[in-house]
């Protein structure tokens, strides 16, 4: 199993999602600037300047137009164009909660979430002591979702790919919650530590919505196209026993998020694909109910391009 599993989280090699900007000095300046701003002004001035900036990524713009055009086949040029401005604006109100509201206190957290009872079945499959694979995606505000996993009771390990820029690493682990630890596939050695902790009853978390480019990922139906996604969570949670749970946390127009929390479900050993098919189908409906949140730059479908 242990030879098995280190395949299948060799770490890639695949940087087409990395950008030039994301580096921890922009993440610094705007974590100050947002912070000087109320909320309800910060939000208006961030969907702004996402618009405004929008202008300076044309490779960018193209590659969410194209993924767009993917999720809503059919839809008339102008409509497209409106779409890929609305993401870019999204975009800039959870980047700017991101580096602000989800570094802050979690009283001033919970004020600006709702959903958090959808966590019980969460909880609940933890209380089976063979902890639990969760799974978010680049949807919404992806980072708190992560941040409130916590609430299950048991230390959370974040597992993220490898940042370029190590100091956004640094950045993005201050101010995380007590319980959090956030985890780098630096190493095939990293995934058996953590079906470890899934047997000791802890959370793992994943972003399932982006491909590593290694031998763990797996091409599979999604929008009506093969798209490539980590098997590796799914892996660890047959290898474990671990039972897996999709949370989504998405902006509403009160300007509040809400937590989406699926029902948990086992996956047996030989079923990894099958449940990577679930799970990207649930992805398929969050994003087509949330498509101006999913915060991909890339073209999802040809990762190689």
Known sequence: MTATLAREVEPGRARWHAHGYNRSGYYQVAAAAARGLPRSLRMRVAGRLGRLLMACFSAERAAVRRNLARVHPGRESAWLDGAVAQVFARFGVCFADLVSLN??????????VTGLETMDPASAAVTRGRGCVTLTAHLGNWELAGRLLPVTGRPVHVVMAPEVNPGVDALL??????????????????????????????????????????????????????????????????????PVVSAFCVLERSGRYRLHTEP??????????????????????????????????????????
């Open 103 to 112: 570094r802050g206190p979690d009283a001033e957290i919970w004020r600006h």
């Open 173 to 242: 682990a201050r101010g995380a919650r007590p319980g959090v630890r956030f985890v780098r596939l630096t190493s095939p050695v990293v995934g058996v530590e953590l079906v470890a902790a899934l047997r000791r009853g802890e959370v793992v978390a994943f972003q399932v919505d982006r491909a590593v480019g290694g031998r763990g990922d797996a091409a599979v139906p999604f929008f009506g196209a093969p798209a490539r996604f980590p098997i590796g969570p799914f892996v660890m949670a047959a290898a474990a026993g671990a």
């Open 264 to 305: 948990p479900f086992d996956v047996p050993r030989g079923a990894e694909e099958t449940a990577l098919r679930a799970v990207v189908g649930t992805l398929e409906r969050y994003v087509r109910a949330h498509w101006d949140q999913w915060f991909n730059f890339y073209d999802v479908w040809e990762p190689a391009a």
